[in-house]
């Protein structure tokens, strides 16, 4: 069983900065490719940003230059750090781990995923 338990959401004005977290628990190895999907109300599930254990990044062009992600392995840990925040990143930000070492942006790729934290960005 594998626990994915993001944190880090809220309230903020656009152009500000929120650090999302997202902490992995469970059986070693199934968390080898993670990545962050966000959901806007009426929408699609939408890829942002993954990193694989070895740190490749992939990132979503609307966010690029403005998100970053990071890991720290020893912590079984993903960060999504988000600047320049603007109205249309609200949404519902979910982490997701894979068990590939392959950095996808396919929501289907994913078989672990978190519950979910909301970001809302105001003008």
């Known amino acids: 069983q594998v626990q994915l338990v993001e944190s880090g959401g809220g309230l903020v004005q656009a152009g500000s900065s929120l650090r999302l977290s997202c902490a992995a628990s469970?059986?070693?190895?199934?968390?080898?490719?993670m990545g962050w999907f966000r959901q806007a109300p009426g929408k699609e599930r939408d890829f942002v940003a993954a990193?694989?254990?070895?740190?490749?990044?992939t990132y979503a062009d609307s966010v690029k230059g403005r998100f970053t992600i990071s890991r720290e392995n020893g912590k079984n840990t993903m960060y999504l750090q988000m600047n320049s925040l603007r109205p249309e990143d609200t949404a519902v930000y979910y982490c997701?781990?894979?068990?590939?070492?392959?950095?996808?942006?396919?929501?289907?790729?994913?078989?672990?995923w978190g519950q979910g934290t909301q970001v809302t960005v105001s003008s």
């Open positions: 990193i694989n254990w070895s740190g490749l990044r």
């Open positions: 469970g059986r070693t190895g199934s968390w080898r490719t």
């Open positions: 997701a781990a894979d068990s590939s070492l392959a950095a996808t942006m396919g929501r289907y790729e994913y078989a672990y």
